[in-house]
């Protein structure tokens, strides 16, 4: 049985960059969910285009997954990480845009989407069990623990105050880290975790047997030693 360790959280919340150094320090494969997300919003917007959803509404769902099906947007196994693809071209820089940020949210709520993105993550995964996982696979996103993989025997919860998290974002960006940019950002990821915590489904919220773990005040090298810590417990040799 392939050994997975599961990693969740609210965004900029470390949860990409933590699981992606967790498994190059174990030796194992990386598989970020949201990349998956951002790529299925990115082929929505430019095949279907934004006026392809009335203000306010959803995208069809079975437009997009017709969509998503014939380009294909799919997860490519590349060395140890899964890299997303829109009709075999690499996308992992342009899903990274303000036109996909805007409006991946929206998309992940489609329930028929998340079924589709759940699908096609068990399916990678599952994938690697014939020896591609070089041990096992670290997963992260909003809800792996809570219903991707509920059976994972490590899920770890990563937390962080608000500003702490704008100040992460707005770094990341490149921007200037003032006091007005950070409440400004602050004030959208509390938005953008209210929307994430109290959607209908798979809300965003740690499972009953994860271990929290507040980053507030730890590196990303310290948070990574703490994963790792427990995984080694956990998965021995």
């Avoid at 960059?17 to 967790?22: D, F, L, M, P």
């Avoid at 970020?32 to 095949?47: E, F, P």
């Avoid at 994972?152 to 998290?165: G, H, N, S, V, W």
Wanted: glycine letters at 10%.
């Amino acid at each position: 049985m392939l050994r997975v360790i599961a990693i969740d959280g609210p965004a900029a919340s470390g949860k990409s960059s933590t699981a992606g150094r967790v498994a190059e320090r174990l030796g194992w494969v990386h598989l970020d969910s949201g990349a998956l997300y951002r790529a299925l919003t990115l082929a929505a917007v430019d095949s279907l285009g934004e006026g392809g959803r009335r203000k306010g509404e959803e995208w069809p769902a079975q437009r997009v997954l017709d969509l998503a099906d014939r380009l294909p947007v799919r997860l490519v196994l590349v060395g140890t990480r899964f890299r997303p693809e829109i009709a075999g071209a690499d996308v992992e820089e342009a899903i990274r845009g303000e036109r996909v940020t805007r409006y991946v949210s929206m998309l992940a709520a489609i329930p028929e989407v998340r079924t589709w993105v759940n699908t096609r993550q068990r399916q990678a995964v599952e994938g690697l069990e014939g020896g591609g996982g070089g041990g096992g696979v670290v997963v992260d996103g909003r809800d792996i623990g809570t219903v991707v993989f509920p059976e994972a025997p490590l899920k770890i919860f990563l937390t962080a105050t608000p500003d702490e998290r704008a100040r992460r974002r707005l770094f990341q960006r490149g921007q200037d880290v003032d006091v007005e940019q950070v409440r400004r950002e602050s004030q959208a990821l509390a938005a953008r975790d209210a929307a994430d915590s109290n959607r209908r489904i798979a809300p965003l919220k740690p499972a009953q047997d994860a271990i929290l773990l507040d980053t507030t005040a730890l590196t990303l090298e310290q948070q990574v030693t703490r994963v790792v810590e427990l995984a080694r417990g956990l998965f021995p040799g």
